[in-house]
Antibody, heavy 121, light 114 residues
Framework: QVHLVQSGAEVKMPGASVKVSCKAS????????IHWVRQAPGQGLEWMGW????????KYSQKFQGRVTITRDTSASTVYMEVSSLRSEDTAIYYC??????????????WGQGSLVTVSS | DIVMTQSPDSLAVSLGERATINCKSS????????????LAWYQQKPGQPPKLLIY???TRESGVPDRFSGSGSGTDFALTISSLQAEDVAVYYC??????????FGQGTKLEIK
């Protein structure tokens, strides 16, 4: 069965960085693109970017370009999403999600359980 | 970027009644080469990640009750729940995956029991 398991909750100071992990299991890791989506408290879903786990290519939402970095470790079947220069508005649940079908295009299924990042002084 | 706009923002429907949520894209998400609409619907309950309901605008995901259906083409889409059940209370999101580089979600529609 396909699973995405994310790292735990984090509390960070403004200006710091946070790195969230997403460990995949149950399928061939390098065959499926993984996306990151965040959700601020009480708000909707915001797409952040994706990584092609096969070749490492990435694409980011313009909003996060330059402040978000998505990487992967194929030996660990894990994708990482790092946000730098954190501010209070980055307080959110961060989700990883896999494209349902092998290839580039597609809907997201499954999703990770989410990782809460709180930015507070 | 393709902007997805849902309506209404919130909806209250009586148990057993029909609920319809609309989603409009700022440009067509119909890919002419395969005649498929690159649109998905998700359901999110409190404290849970989103759950896939519908893809290709109208294909129901395995295990999703048949009271859920998707319709529409081009720029205008709808998610319909034919007979609302208590467990359907959630926030629903549409998403386009037409733009292979940039994915976008609608703002969400909160569905409640009247």
């Amino acid at each position: 069965q396909v699973h995405l398991v994310q790292s735990g909750a984090e509390v960070k100071m403004p200006g710091a960085s946070v790195k969230v992990s997403c460990k995949a299991s149950g399928y061939t890791f390098t065959n499926y693109i993984i996306h990151w989506v965040r959700q601020a408290p009480g708000q909707g879903l915001e797409w952040m970017g994706w990584i092609n786990t096969g070749n490492g290519n990435t694409k980011y939402s313009q909003k996060f370009q330059g402040r978000v970095t998505i990487t992967r470790d194929t030996s660990a079947s894990t994708v990482y999403m790092e946000v730098s220069s954190l501010r209070s508005e980055d307080t959110a649940i961060y989700y990883c999600a896999r494209v349902a079908a092998a290839g580039i295009v597609g809907w997201f299924d499954p999703w990770g359980q989410g990782s809460l990042v709180t930015v507070s002084s | 970027d393709i902007v997805m706009t849902q309506s209404p923002d919130s909806l209250a429907v009586s148990l057993g009644e029909r609920a319809t949520i609309n989603c409009k894209s700022s440009q067509s998400v119909l890919y002419s080469s395969n005649n498929k609409n690159y649109l998905a619907w998700y359901q999110q309950k409190p404290g849970q990640p989103p759950k896939l309901l519908i893809y290709w605008a109208s294909t129901r995901e395995s295990g999703v009750p048949d009271r859920f259906s998707g319709s529409g083409s081009g720029t205008d889409f709808a998610l319909t729940i034919s007979s609302l059940q208590a467990e359907d209370v959630a926030v629903y999101y549409c998403q386009q995956y037409y733009s292979t580089l940039i994915y976008t979600f609608g703002q969400g529609t909160k569905l409640e029991i009247k």
